[in-house]
Nanobody, 117 residues
Framework: QVRIVESGGDLVQPGGSLRLSCTASGVTASGYDMDWNRQAPGKQREFVAFITNGNRTGYADSVKGRFAVSRDNTKNTVYLQMNNLKFDDTGVYYC???????????WGQGTQVTVSS
């Protein structure tokens, strides 16, 4: 059974940093493309960043230069380093995994990030 678990969400002041973790079980994460998405209150879920099984990365324009996605295949874990956080970064951050484009997507339960002064 595939399980995706996010962690690391917290309350942080504007300009602060957080590192989110996404750990997969039931799959070998190194073979999967992993995405980070987020959902702010009252808004639709939106793409944040991805890392492919070949370690190619991509980011939404709103987070470029501030967020960095990486993976540690020895821990079956993907990270999202978030720096210079802004109020608009508030939301529930979700990690997802898929073996290849168009394959079944496995989602985690999300972790809450709140940016507030």
């Amino acid at each position: 059974q595939v399980r995706i678990v996010e962690s690391g969400g917290d309350l942080v002041q504007p300009g602060g940093s957080l590192r989110l973790s996404c750990t997969a079980s039931g799959v070998t994460a190194s073979g999967y493309d992993m995405d980070w998405n987020r959902q702010a209150p009252g808004k639709q879920r939106e793409f944040v960043a991805f890392i492919t099984n070949g370690n190619r990365t991509g980011y939404a324009d709103s987070v470029k230069g501030r967020f960095a996605v990486s993976r540690d295949n020895t821990k079956n874990t993907v990270y999202l380093q978030m720096n210079n956080l802004k109020f608009d970064d508030t939301g529930v951050y979700y990690c997802s995994a898929r073996a290849y484009p168009g394959a079944q997507v496995y989602w985690g339960q999300g972790t809450q990030v709140t940016v507030s002064s």
